[in-house]
């Protein structure tokens, strides 16, 4: 759609920079995609995770021993709630981050499908209200300019989330999102290259994305 990006990248979590590493990845469905910006996300979900899992140095292989990384289907539950590892870093020469969203789809008794987002982590001190929404994290954009600054945001998110609302029967899916701050859009900048006005039907300002292979979980 013309309101959103011009182009995507896809980004493997591998062992090596190797064609059978990269490939090994895929197969595994151990992957994330962005919207053309080069943010890393990785995700893991496992019933031994808590608030400390991050305080080790170690943490992503302590995580592959305990848990399932993006891509991976989690096993039968007992008597706990899957919690998820989720580490977003913003590109380097780029926006800061806005937020990470955890987005759950599960299926009813009745076959009815469901959507939720939750808000997991947000910069700049801003909370989630009692109905679920977050203030937006701003907009540093000067259209006639085409730039932007980092002076809201994060740079790095690492956080541990439990999925409040589990049902050990229900069959689910969970995945990430990772929102940048508002940065101009493509055709804010060509417009300024170009010394014209920005199209009035287009957007100029874009939050840039990125988003991760589902992790699944399934009763017996």
């Known amino acids: 759609m013309r309101e959103f990006s011009s182009g995507g990248l896809a980004g493997v979590w591998a062992e090596s920079n190797t064609r059978e590493s990269i490939y090994a990845a895929l197969l595994r469905k151990e992957t994330f995609a962005t919207s053309g910006v080069r943010l890393k996300v990785r995700v893991f979900a496992g019933y031994d995770f808590d608030k400390n899992s991050l305080e080790d140095n170690n943490w992503v292989k302590t995580a592959y021993d305990n848990g399932v990384p993006m891509g991976g289907d989690l096993p039968q539950a007992t008597d706990k709630a899957p919690s998820f590892i989720v580490d977003a870093l913003k590109e380097t020469d780029g926006a800061n981050l806005d937020r990470i969203q955890m987005i759950k789809g599960w299926v009813d008794a009745t076959g009815k499908a469901h959507e939720k987002i939750y808000n ?29 600054t980092n002076s809201i945001g994060s740079t790095h998110f690492s956080v541990v989330w439990t999925d409040p609302d589990f049902d050990a029967g229900q069959h689910a899916f969970y995945y990430v999102r990772v929102l940048q701050i508002p940065t101009p859009r493509w055709s804010t900048y060509d417009a300024v290259n170009l010394g014209i006005e ?23």
Do not use: M
């Open 120 to 148: 997991i982590a947000l910069s700049d001190g801003r909370t989630v209200d009692a109905n679920g929404k977050v203030a937006p994290v701003g907009n540093t954009v000067d259209v006639k300019t085409a730039t932007y």
């Open 198 to 220: 920005p199209r009035k039907d287009l957007p100029t300002t874009i939050q840039e994305r990125g988003w991760t292979s589902p992790i699944w979980y399934a009763p017996n």
